[in-house]
């Protein structure tokens, strides 16, 4: 099979993992030896760095073949799909010539498991190790690991990367026998355990490290932090048990991002999945809900409970928890403290910083807010200002919550009216939440 054929098998498998953000972490040419490759700048976009700024990656998997039987994975063992293998010097020739050619500017590489899992990650290494030691490749490089591999091959896949990660899939050890019977939740969790603490000892090295002359050695890279990903509605896992998952992996391994991949239906799909995929908008709201988790403070028992154990698919879950708890507000801006403010629908991280230095030399009113951009219609009914205080009845009254509805063609999911893109979705749901 030719490299062009291998290329389109096996670019096409990888496109259901979602784990592939780059860090945009800088790789600096300190022995002035040059190089190949830079994670600067911008190119075809694929993928966002925190930061914002676009970054193309080559999106591959090593092969396709897989001795696992994933009842979710197109390509598990039972699947009747092409199959391909690259090798890992063809793996290293594309990626250097796309580059070239000012396609790419990194790499994300995934594989099926062959052989065995130190087997696979063994090759999946070599990759990387090709490309950093004999073409300097100073580009981003993101591997997806296997947490049945041996922890010293873990490591050494973290020295040459940016990034790493390793998929948990599924909430629950539970829907994990059920629908991945190979995989183990502890194993899972070990894996990123040893992965956090390497990336705790780099951190505590460089940060510890006393200056030193141009000869002394520097301690070993590792990569800048891990990944994992979740699909959703693949089981019935509610998003009360998915977001409680999340929430561990950010406390407990200290994870960068958690990506929730919404369940798409598979060809030949195995008799326990479900007919139809979850609405788009169930991504998106996790999305947010997660977004709540890590920068405002919200705990999971505030966005969900036992009552809602799923997010509400009509409101953003900010403004759905404003609502439940209209006892909170109205919260007045000029002397509401950090973690108040954070709680105001439509108020984001960036917009409460500025009120707080703002309001330090004036008492802000509308106009103030308006020039900040804020999503007025839905910050007004939550807040006093200089010169605003809304009525009581407005925030008693039970029109508020239609008040915030989007229109019902949005959420409709029938033949008539086909389900929203995500471009669809982009457009009509973004905004601070």
């Known amino acids: 099979m030719d490299l062009a054929k291998k290329l389109e098998i096996l670019a096409d498998a990888a496109k259901y993992d979602a784990s592939c953000a780059s860090s945009g972490a800088a790789r600096k040419d300190s022995r002035g030896t040059g190089g190949v490759g830079s994670t600067g700048g911008a190119g075809i976009c694929h993928s966002y760095t925190p930061d914002g700024r676009c970054v193309s990656l080559l999106k591959v998997l090593l092969t396709n073949n897989c ?5 979710y994975c197109v390509n598990r063992r039972s699947s009747n799909v092409r199959r391909a293998r690259f090798t890992p010097e063809e793996v290293v020739r594309i990626t ?3 580059y070239k050619r000012n396609y790419i500017e990194g790499l994300f590489l995934s ?3 062959i052989r065995s899992a130190d087997h696979t990650m063994e090759r999946v290494v070599d990759v990387a190790r090709k490309l950093r030691e004999e073409h300097k490749f100073r580009g981003y490089i993101h591997l997806k690991t296997i947490p049945e591999a041996s922890h010293g091959l873990i490591e050494l896949a973290g020295r040459y990367a ?3 990660s390793i998929n948990i899939e599924l909430p629950t050890q539970q829907s994990i026998t059920a629908l991945a019977p190979e995989k183990n939740l502890a194993r899972t969790q070990d894996a990123m355990a040893h992965i956090r603490t390497k990336i705790d000892e780099r951190r505590a090295t460089k940060s510890n490290r006393k200056p030193t002359g141009p000869n002394t050695p520097k301690p070993p890279p590792f990569a800048t932090g891990q990944s994992t990903q979740m699909i ?9 048990v998915i977001l409680r998952r999340a929430d561990t992996l950010y406390s407990g391994y200290k994870l960068r991002r958690v990506y929730y991949s919404g369940f798409s239906p598979i060809p030949e799909p195995s008799s326990v999945l479900p007919v139809k995929p979850p609405p788009l908008v169930r991504e998106h709201r996790l999305y947010q809900a997660d977004w709540l988790l890590r920068f405002y403070g919200f705990k999971v028992d505030e966005i969900t409970d036992h009552a809602a154990p799923n997010l509400d698919l009509a409101l953003d879950p900010k403004l759905a928890w404003a609502l439940r708890n209209r006892h909170w507000f109205p919260v007045d801006i000029n002397r509401a403290a950090r973690e108040q403010l954070l709680r105001i629908p439509g108020l984001g991280v960036r917009n409460t910083e500025r009120i707080l230095q703002a309001r330090r030399f004036t008492r802000l009113r509308l106009a103030d807010l308006v020039r900040l951009r804020l999503a007025m219609k839905k910050v007004m009914p939550f807040i006093i200002t200089a010169d605003h205080n809304p009525a009581v009845l407005e925030l008693d009254s039970d029109q508020l919550r239609q008040r915030f509805l989007p229109p019902p063609r949005q959420l409709e999911l029938n033949f008539d009216n086909p389900a929203p893109t995500k471009t669809d979705l982009q457009s009509t749901l973004t905004g601070e939440i």
């Open 232 to 240: 959703v509605g693949a089981d019935d896992s509610t998003d009360s």
């Open 67 to 71: 001795i696992y039987d994933c009842h």
């Open 162 to 164: 940016d990034r790493i």
């Open 111 to 113: 594989s099926g498991i």
């Open 96 to 98: 250097l010539d796309f």
